[in-house]
């Protein structure tokens, strides 16, 4: 069974640049919730897509946008970068079913820093 | 809203000591909580998922209750190890399909 993936780890940004990050969720899991940590944080939520329609968001501007793809994998888009947007940008996959709790495994992470 | 509070917010222990960290939450109407393990600038691990009609979870050295009544939880570790150094978070879900609510963490060191 294949964990949870993200891509870049890491990433350097300017200031009102765009960015784009992925995610390969867990082999069976149909649901992506991303996240964002900033330093010394816990984990606040920005969005989640189920069967590749966005289902939840967080106090996050539209510049955050995302899309899930027919295999389930993700992508999260962040436009005119910030200096506050600088954080580590986690994945999580579950599926949604009570009888699994909806329990949801995280990847590695992404590491952005906007300069 | 629910807000999830983690004390204390670091922590430093010798090995070989049983240890508590504290988890409390505002809204007491909670689908299930969850322990997290994070190393520094990685990803999430999860221990334990408790749901709220369990008491308490078990795992290896590790246990998590749920007092959802007073909106508490905590996790114990048994004989600490230096392999434990990490940060913890605990956090909760509303509903089934609903995202989770984290704490700031507690960060445990582990001395040898």
């Known amino acids: 069974e294949t964990g949870v993936t993200q891509s870049p780890t890491h990433l350097i940004k300017t200031r009102g640049q765009q960015v784009t990050l992925r995610c390969s969720s867990q082999?069976?899991?149909?649901?992506v919730s991303w996240y964002q940590q900033a330093l010394g944080q816990g984990p606040q939520f920005i969005f989640q897509?189920?069967?590749?329609?966005?289902?939840g968001r967080g106090n996050f501007p539209p510049r955050f946008s995302g899309l899930q793809f027919p295999n389930y994998s993700s992508e999260l888009n962040v436009n005119a970068l910030e200096l506050d947007d600088s954080a580590l940008y986690l994945c999580?996959?579950?599926?949604?079913?009570?009888?699994?709790?909806?329990?949801?495994?995280f990847g590695p992470g992404t590491r952005l820093t906007v300069t | 809203k629910q807000e999830v509070t983690q004390i204390p917010a670091a922590l430093s222990v010798p090995e070989g000591e049983n240890l508590v960290l504290n988890c409390s939450f505002t809204?007491?109407?909670?689908?299930?909580l969850q322990w997290f393990r994070q190393d520094p600038g990685k990803g999430l691990t999860s221990l334990l998922l408790?749901?709220?009609?369990?008491r308490e979870q078990t795992s290896g050295r590790l246990n998590a209750s749920l007092d959802k009544s007073s909106g508490r939880s905590t996790l114990y570790i048994a004989a600490s190890q230096p392999g434990d150094s990490a940060t913890y978070l605990c956090?909760?879900?509303?509903?089934?399909?609903?995202?989770?609510?984290f704490g700031k963490g507690t960060r445990l060191s582990v001395i040898a």
């Open positions: 809204d007491s109407a909670i689908y299930n």
């Open positions: 082999s069976g899991h149909n649901t």
């Open positions: 956090a909760v879900r509303a509903g089934g399909n609903t995202p989770l609510v």
């Open positions: 897509y189920y069967r590749e329609e966005e289902n």
């Open positions: 999580a996959s579950s599926l949604q079913r009570p009888a699994n709790s909806y329990e949801q495994y």
């Open positions: 408790i749901q709220s009609s369990q």
